[in-house]
């Protein structure tokens, strides 16, 4: 989307026929509520939070589950994005039913059938590992020791009782850094997602790599992405086997220009099922964060998350709801405007 100081917000178009009738969840990056709309662009419900509300999620039950701001203390992962405070549990009414304070976790959560969390966390890598990684740009304050992925699951007493250690599985040659990302993480996950089997599905912003990896053995057992996406998003496993992402193309290899899209990929062969993307191309575009979710319709809700606009499009790619964000993140960097 095109930015203008003049464009409308709120509310922009509504072809309620057509849509898939929800409430739609939104948080600003690093603000402090958590506002569900409905179909008509009104707030119907506001959580506030004064530690800060990041990648909020509805619960089942109406409890809000969401990660809280990154602490002011320096610390190995400061300023990278998707750092945060920890994990936080209100209830339809904002009052705190569970927290777990640890700064090590960042980007994802799900939170399970049998009650515990897992969550994407953060550890240092052995400057032997660090040597070895591929990739990136360096500067003069890179660390000796990267930051890699681990996913954790934890009871509610905050018991760890499984991990998966995502540089334990990697490959130096195959798992090579964007030459335009920096070397501070080997892999900077954003996305944690359980499939059907159990199984986890991952998701890479620095290697562009999507992944489906056995819980049990800890191998890939799919592995997918450079070359064909690049810093994608959000992947989602989708009820008739395939998966469902935002495909950022913030660094999509030349002749093409840099674009968004949203992919339906089948992982049994590869191939893409389906997708979205602007009319011209580089009208839908996010550098960053994003994700798109398929409606009990078939219907896709989209989030093209730097310039704060959802849309929800049917698999014939017409849009049939649009709503602009009127809030700002606090940096202009993150909202495309200005700070002021």
């Known amino acids: 989307m095109g930015w203008s100081l003049h464009h409308p917000h709120g509310l922009i178009y509504h072809a309620p026929q057509y849509c898939y009738r929800g409430y739609t969840l939104f948080a600003n990056l690093r603000g402090y509520d958590a506002n569900l709309i409905d179909m008509e662009g009104r707030i119907c419900h506001r959580w506030h939070w004064p530690g800060g509300i990041n990648y909020a999620n509805l619960l089942p039950n109406g409890n809000l589950l969401f990660l809280s701001t990154a602490p002011e203390e320096k610390l190995p992962m400061t300023g990278i994005g998707g750092h945060a405070g920890g994990l936080v549990e209100l209830d339809w009414d904002g009052n705190v039913v569970w927290e777990m ?28 590992i660090t040597s070895q990684v591929k990739g990136g740009f360096t500067t003069p304050d890179d660390p000796a020791q990267m930051l890699g992925d681990v996913v954790r699951e934890f009871t509610l007493s905050g018991e760890v009782v499984h991990e998966w250690k995502a540089w334990e599985h990697l490959n130096f040659d195959e798992d090579v850094i964007c030459p335009l990302e920096g070397r501070r993480e080997w892999t900077h996950g954003n996305s944690i997602n359980v499939t059907a089997d159990g199984d986890y599905l991952v998701s890479f912003r620095q290697t562009s790599t999507v992944g489906i990896v056995a819980k049990e053995s800890g191998k890939f057992t799919w592995k997918w992405g450079p070359g064909d996406v690049s810093h994608q998003h959000n992947p989602s496993f989708l009820d008739n086997g395939r998966i469902l992402l935002f495909d950022n193309g913030s660094h999509r290899r030349a002749p093409s220009t840099n674009y968004s899209r949203i992919v339906e990929i089948d992982p049994a062969d590869n191939g893409i099922a389906w997708d979205y993307r602007g009319e011209p191309a580089i009208s839908f575009y996010s550098y960053q964060i994003s994700g798109a979710e398929r409606q009990p ?11 704060g606009r959802f849309i929800e499009v049917t698999s014939g790619h017409q849009i049939i709801w649009e709503y602009i964000n009127p809030l700002f993140a606090d940096s202009g960097r993150l909202a495309g405007g200005s700070s002021s």
Request: proline fraction near 3%.
């Open 101 to 128: 304070v640890n700064p090590w976790v960042h980007h994802d959560f799900q939170r399970l059938g049998n009650g515990n969390t897992l969550a994407l966390m953060w550890e240092e890598l052995s400057s032997e």
């Open 297 to 307: 319709n078939g219907n896709t809700l989209i989030c093209e998350g730097a310039t």
